[in-house]
């Protein structure tokens, strides 16, 4: 079974903090997915990677970075944590090939700022 | 861009009772089609897709969903909800001009009543 695993489940952290979130995932997947997910408004993307060293923005990039240096770890950072980025983060991850759209999902970690 | 659609925001249904809930797409190029489920407590997990040919896609726990393109709708039903189908469900589209990223509906809370 693919695993993907996020750092951690719930995060509390103050306005203005840079945050870490980590994935790792062990199937050795290409693919991998920071999504945020609000009530109502489903799953958004805000960055993807497809190798090492490599990402493009999603939908909502915006006040946030990632960073891939090996590939099985996938990381997203809040530069300066804002309350508008209290949220569910979601981390996945997806092969090449025929594959490729089948996303793999980890537990999430519930962000809260304030 | 693409979006996605599901209608209803929340469904609460009696056991035995008769599922479908409605996802429509905005893009009508060529599209794969997926639900994801997820169960409370629960990582998001594929239900179902459609890549291509019959648009009738039968999934895990007794789901299906039709694909009928000329109304870009990719509709999933059951035909009687059992109390462990309580979840919430996400409706998504891969356009394939898009490479492997994920389109997410806004999420369907289902609620069944023993």
């Known amino acids: 079974d693919v695993k993907v695993t996020q750092s951690s489940r719930y995060l509390v952290k103050r306005t203005g903090e840079k945050v870490f979130l980590e994935c790792v995932q062990d199937?050795?997947?290409?693919?991998m997915f920071w999504y945020r997910q609000d009530p109502g408004l489903g799953l958004r993307l805000i960055y993807f990677?497809?190798?090492?060293?490599?990402?493009e923005k999603g939908d909502i990039p915006e006040g946030y970075s990632v960073s891939r240096e090996k590939k099985e770890r996938f990381s997203l950072i809040l530069e300066s944590a804002s309350t508008n980025q209290t949220s569910m983060y979601l981390c996945?991850?997806?092969?090449?090939?025929?594959?490729?759209?089948?996303?793999?999902f980890g537990p999430g970690t519930r962000l809260t700022v304030t | 861009a693409q979006s996605v659609s599901q209608h209803n925001h929340h469904v609460i249904l009696s056991e035995a009772a008769s599922l479908e809930l409605g996802c429509n797409y905005s893009?009508?190029?060529?599209?794969?089609l997926f639900w994801y489920v997820q169960y409370p407590g629960q990582h998001l997990q594929l239900l179902l897709k459609?890549?291509?040919?019959?648009?009738l896609v039968k999934g895990i726990k007794g789901f299906e969903a039709e694909f009928i393109k000329s109304k870009f709708s990719f509709n999933l039903r059951k035909p009687s909800v059992q109390w462990s189908d309580t979840a919430e469900y996400f409706c998504?589209?891969?356009?394939?001009?898009?490479?492997?990223?994920?389109?997410f509906g806004g999420g369907t809370r289902l609620m069944v009543k023993p």
């Open positions: 893009y009508g190029g060529t599209v794969n």
């Open positions: 996945a991850s997806s092969s090449r090939g025929r594959h490729a759209y089948e996303q793999y």
């Open positions: 459609y890549f291509s040919g019959d648009p």
């Open positions: 998504a589209v891969n356009d394939i001009n898009a490479g492997n990223m994920l389109t």
């Open positions: 199937m050795d997947h290409e693919n």
């Open positions: 990677s497809y190798d090492v060293k490599m990402k």
